[in-house]
């Protein structure tokens, strides 16, 4: 069974750009999760979709978002980019009930210049 | 304002050895918690769960233990390996009223000697 990918791995922007991040959970699995990992604060969690509505939000800006489409693939869109959005975001997939354990994607690495 | 807190970055233990790493937590509300590794360039990987209604579950080498009065939890690992080396997480959700959102701790290294 294919775990949850996430592209691109790395990813190298400027400042003011914007940048579109994909996941694409383990099959079956509908609820996909984002968080943010920063050397300061660890790991945040950013947002949470379950059959393409978000259900859940962090305390991020609207610089944040993302989206679910029918096949549970979601992508997380930055918007303006500034430099402390260089971090590691990763996704986690699972089937979506309480107590249903969430498995990671390995990340994809974003550095703003 | 951190909810969730692992009070020591690192861990250095003998192969063989136990390790325990701990974890505190503020909110009452958190009635699930899991223990993450994490290795470089890896995204962090499930170990073990505990949900509320317990205070000890245990999985081959790995045992989690809640203590709700102490509002902590510490993971054991009997006999520490030096393939258990990694960073691991301590996680903890609010299912009714916050889902699966998951918040964590800022991770202990740990490091098991050979």
């Known amino acids: 069974k294919a775990g949850v990918t996430q592209t691109p791995r790395y990813l190298i922007k400027t400042r003011g750009q914007q940048v579109t991040l994909s996941c694409s959970p383990i099959s079956g699995h509908r609820s996909v999760s984002w968080y943010q990992q920063t050397p300061g604060q660890g790991l945040q969690f950013l947002f949470e979709?379950?059959?393409?509505?978000?259900?859940n939000k962090g305390n991020f800006p609207g610089r944040f978002s993302g989206r679910q489409f029918s096949n549970s693939r979601s992508e997380m869109n930055v918007s303006t980019l500034e430099l402390g959005d260089s971090a590691l975001y990763l996704c986690?997939?699972?089937?979506?009930?309480?107590?249903?354990?969430?498995?990671f994607g390995a990340g994809t690495r974003l550095s703003v210049l | 304002d951190q909810q969730v807190k692992q009070n020591s970055p690192s861990l250095s233990v003998q192969e063989g050895r136990i390790s325990i790493l701990n974890c505190d937590y503020t909110?009452?509300?958190?009635?699930?918690f899991l223990w993450y590794k994490k290795y470089p360039a890896e995204g962090p990987t499930f170990l073990i769960s505990i949900s509320s209604i317990k205070d000890k579950n245990e999985d081959g080498r790995f045992t989690v233990f809640l203590n709700k009065s102490a509002k902590h939890l510490s993971l054991h690992i009997v006999p520490s390996q030096p393939g258990d080396s990694a960073v691991y997480f301590c996680a903890a959700s609010a299912q009714e009223t916050s889902g699966s959102r998951l918040t964590f701790g800022e991770g202990t290294q740990l490091t098991v000697n050979p």
């Open positions: 986690a997939s699972s089937r979506g009930a309480s107590g249903d354990i969430q498995y």
């Open positions: 979709y379950f059959s393409e509505t978000q259900r």
């Open positions: 909110n009452s509300m958190f009635d699930y």
